[in-house]
């Protein structure tokens, strides 16, 4: 058994963790997009395969028997070359994939399907945004520069951001809902905007929007295929005990 395990999620990282500690043999595979990544007590590859084809040749040419797909779950065009190349290579595929939040009696979500989504439900007049969705897409909120937006990162930005009113917090998770309360207060913050991304170690801001009474614009996952999906560590690691007991 050789496997690949598609990374760059806590999730993703206590597996590796894991792995680590059995005779499994396994590479861990960063997309490239974080400046200093998590170290890994696996061998580590980082950057992309070039799309589902050439994942296919990786995972042929490598000799990997079996794919875990950790990504983020707004990943979905990684996830969707593992589905793809999977399929063409007949390597086994699980997914995992923390749970969605769901919206509490006292939560003021606004659920939007996208990015787009997200920009036209933010009001007209000008407000303070907390802007919690990655390094990657803040562009889509240039065509609303009349808001203050608060983006926090994991690492810092290449250059400029286009955002004529916007303040850059540098810090990577998990986050406290005391901290996130703060961070709020401090900056008047009343409207936030995230992405569905589930799990503990970033909710902490739907927490403290919640005491506070501030509308969130929630983006839902994007859709995708059927696939084999679990929502814990010890999942996956049952369902590789299982293929080792097969293919014994």
Known sequence: MRILILGGTSDANALARIIATTRLDAIYSYAGRTQVPVNQPLPVRTGGFGGADGLAHYLRDEGITHVVDATHPFAGTMSRNAIEACAATSVPLITLVRAPWTQGRDDRWITVPDLAGAVTALPDEAACVFLAIGRQHWQAFTAKPQHRYILRFVDEPTGRLALPRSEVIVAR???????????????SVNWVVTRNSGGSGARAKIDAARRLAIPVIMISRPHMPERHMVATVDEVMAWLSHETCLGA
């Open 173 to 187: 998770g998990p986050f406290t809902e005391e901290g996130d309360l703060d961070l709020m207060r401090s900056r």
